[in-house]
């Protein structure tokens, strides 16, 4: 299955459409309706529709899975209820599916940029896999696999709900501030700097004083170079997607960086060191000295 085209700027201003086919919708439905994307479904930001598998199971047992082929532990969801529910997206008039999602643990891993390109799409559809997980032939029917780490979990459920706060979150409108998330870890590249709130001293640990201080400009640069020390000390494997300037490069060599750390994460070249200027005679610039000497 192919996923269409993206949206352009005036479907992106409309709301967002999840499906989640799983078979336990109500593992979902309270995470949906509360906080903040209650809050964006409410004011028809975003759509959640949650679809159990076993509506689409055509036998009175409503059984969706059998055992698998070859023998082994377990049971197996079968394609023909995956393939009909997937179908049935379109008998509740839905846009077609923009991607159509299979949580495995063998997909590709999530981030924050499949989050921010799937923000920009009108519907996403997620197959939330159980037991043995879907029959091989499902994946002919998504457009991609999706993994939220390498760990085993009893369902996609909360690998579900992981995804729809990442991706909602990022709709206009969800967030009160519609800054708020760019400087968010990931966003930029870096791990987030470190935040800090009443009161000003705790059992001997103090607010930073810039934060205290009122000048912005200084703000901004301690919270670029406390990001960058987060990031290289505990996510230094972010670095070579970073986007870096020279005064970052200055930063990270200050804080231990290498030379050669630097050229492997493709860091442009610090910004060269300015020469102090010499002083001549009495407080005169000893270049401007020279020149009124040779010009007389």
């Known amino acids: 299955m192919k996923p269409d085209p993206s949206p352009g700027p005036d479907d992106a201003a409309g709301p967002l459409h999840f499906s989640f086919l799983t078979l336990f919708p109500e593992l979902l439905a309270p995470f949906a309706a509360e906080a903040i994307l209650g809050k964006a479904r409410a004011r028809g930001l975003i759509e959640v529709d949650l679809i159990n598998l076993r509506d689409f199971a055509e036998n009175k047992h409503l059984k969706v899975d059998d055992t698998p082929y070859g023998g082994g532990a377990g049971m197996v969801i079968r394609v023909d209820v995956a393939a009909r529910a997937l179908k049935g997206l379109s008998a509740r008039g839905l846009p077609p599916p923009d991607e159509v999602i299979l949580f495995s643990p063998a997909g590709e891993r999530f981030t924050q940029a ?123 494997d972010l670095l070579p997607g970073a986007a870096l300037t020279p005064q970052d490069s200055a930063d990270l060599l200050a804080l231990g960086a290498s030379a050669e750390q630097l050229a492997a994460w493709n860091a442009p070249a610090p910004p060269a060191p300015k020469r102090p200027r010499r002083r001549s005679g009495a407080g005169e610039p000893q270049e401007e000295a020279s020149e009124r000497v040779s010009g007389s």
């Open 114 to 236: 499949h989050a921010e390109e799937w923000a920009t799409k009108r519907h996403l559809a997620f197959l939330c896999g159980r037991y043995e997980g879907f029959d091989a032939r499902t994946e002919a029917l998504v457009t991609r696999e999706l993994s939220v780490g390498d760990f085993v979990m009893m369902g996609g459920e909360a690998a579900a709900a992981c995804v729809l706060e990442a991706v909602a979150r990022l709709r206009p409108g969800v967030l009160g501030d519609a800054a708020s998330h760019q400087d968010d870890s990931f966003s930029s590249g870096l791990l987030d700097y470190p935040e800090y709130t009443r009161p000003p001293e705790w059992e001997g640990r103090a607010v930073p004083e810039v934060l205290r201080g009122g000048n912005h400009a200084a703000i901004g640069r301690w919270r670029r170079e406390r990001a960058l020390e987060r990031t290289l000390a505990r996510r230094p």
